[in-house]
């Protein structure tokens, strides 16, 4: 069966680590950065990639479209 | 690690992009604070745009208010408008340039407070135009103070005991009363705080541009919004008081959705 | 020759809007210019030339309509009257602070407050020094008669573009309603967009095509260091404006002792007081500025060194007076007089009032 996977990209720069994006994942793949951008945020960041399958949930309520999403189909 | 990063690094090519911002929304850092719904929304303006491919055709007008800037962002032309008078502006542009689209866009102290008037002729006289409103119960830019929108009971720094209907009325519900009104095509309540929401309020934005196009009325969208900084909570505690408190007194959804009024009823009977 | 016709100071405004191929007009009814846009309603020009005209809840909204026009690089107006002008005083600043060109007529009314519906000039001083915040000028016209009322709408739209600046067509109530003569020109087709695109579109929101940066209307800076720049390039402008832009008219002033400067219908009547003076044997001159800003300030200087003085004519309280004092700069006398409260005073009042001050 063929399985989603995903990946995302956070612009560590632009992200204002609001943490909407952590809350709107559904399978717990981001978190805040314990290190912080050079504006001094907690940036946001795959802390489990593994259970990413590219939804686009976190683009969606990015305040300031720092995140790049990609999905592909992979055999299980 | 290094497998894993080997993997991820395999997903990552442009074959399997899903999403990326949209090109009109350039590399400026917006200057909204974390968390804040405007960020949202103008994503949501520059990929409608982008998708309906009028870039070219298109012309927003700016508030007074944290989305004054909102001209950095989105790489369209643009006009900045004095305090709650984009409705004006927005018709003054649409009327000498028909064929373009405009927009405006304006939060609940322009466009609810100061801007009354021109909000409420501005859709009365059917202008085909799009206002976008940002309600979050709050001037934000100036340091939250007490909106226009403010629920009671509400803390700004106007009402720092909370809003008091004796001191300062009730929380206006302008969305409603415009949907009254017989220019108005298309008037809808939306918001942006999980996933569903932000695709739900791009429909309406994508829907509100569209009825631009037919010429039959404004089509007004309001987006129930946070203002973290302004209520002096996080993104995420901001999101849940506004499901809590402000969906109560603003609910979503569509008030209107049947083009502007037939002139016939209004008609007078004999000259 | 132009079509000949006798016609009210405010019809001729419409008429002439329409002619010169003017793009909008926005609008709000107030005594005693109400007539410009009654004459646009009946005359329909959106079915002749195109001109869009419509009635705004307010002159506030009315000037923000004019705003957003003038942003798409279009020529378009509005006309009021002094309280209406004192509402559309937030508009002004934003349109001379975003560098807008537009035309705004004035037909002044007695005030304070509601004031009178009688004419008067009062609002000379909001006029010319601004009227509402910042560090901003008008380029600001006096007509003395209906045809100025005709000429000064086609000037002041060149004149708008010239600069990229409001001007105002500052009239008053006898201008306004008086009927006069006038000779009006041929029609003039409105700017097609492509010329809109030659003549603005460095600028104009016309719909930002590939490849061009944004344009973006406004009058915000927030740097300090911008905006001084900003006011720095506003100030320049106003400069040019002096060097290239000063109208007046001199009447029998070569040989003058005394000299009256007057405006729109006060020059009409101080007109006819050089004529009474003159049979008496007072040799009495008359300076008309024509523009109020840029002000006449040299030719009033040159004359300071020759007369025994000048009588400043005005229907206020004496505003005009101090730009000429200015020009004068001690050199001779410089009086007062005028009626308030929508009083238009005769030649014989204004010729007794110039025996009692010299």
Redesign the interface.
Known sequence: MAKVRGAVVVDNDVCKGCNLCVVACPTQVLALNRNVNNKGYHYSYMENPENCNGCTNCSAVCPDSCITVYRVKAEA | MSVLTDRINEIIKPENLVYAKSPLLNDDLMHYCPGCSHGVVHRLIAEVIEEMGIQEQTIGVSPVGCAVFAYNYIDIDWQEAAHGRAPAVATGIKRVMPEKYVFSYQGDGDLAAIGTAETFHAVNRGENIVMIFINNAIYGMTGGQMAPTTLVGQITSTTPHGRDVDLNGYPLRITELLAQLPGAAYVTRQSVQTPGAVRKTKKAIRKAFEIQAKKIGTAFVEVVSTCSSGWKLSPVDSNKWMEENMFPQYPLGDLKDTGRADAELYRIKAK | MGELRLMKGNEVIAEAAIRCGC??Y?GYPITPQSEVMETLMTLRPWESTGM?V?Q???E???I?????????G?R?MTSSSSPGISLMA??IS?IAG?ELPCVIVNVQRGGPGLGTIQPSQADYNQATKGGGHGDYSLLVLAPASVQEMHDFVILGFELAFKFRNPVMILADGVIGQLMEKVELIDQRPRWTNEQILEISGEWA??????GRK???????ELDSYMMEKNNLRLQSKYSQMKAEEVRYEAIACEDADYILVAFGSAARICQKTVQIARKKGVKVGLIRPITLFPFPEKIIAEYATKVKGFLSVEFNAGQMVNDIRLAVNGKTRVEYFGRMGGIVPTPDEVETALEQRF
């Open positions: 793009d909008g926005f869009v419509l705004a809840e307010s506030i909204a009315s923000h309509m004019v705003y957003g026009a003038a942003g798409a279009k378009v937030e508009g934003y975003a929101t016309l719909g930002k095509p590939s944004k344009n973006i209307i406004t009058s915000l």
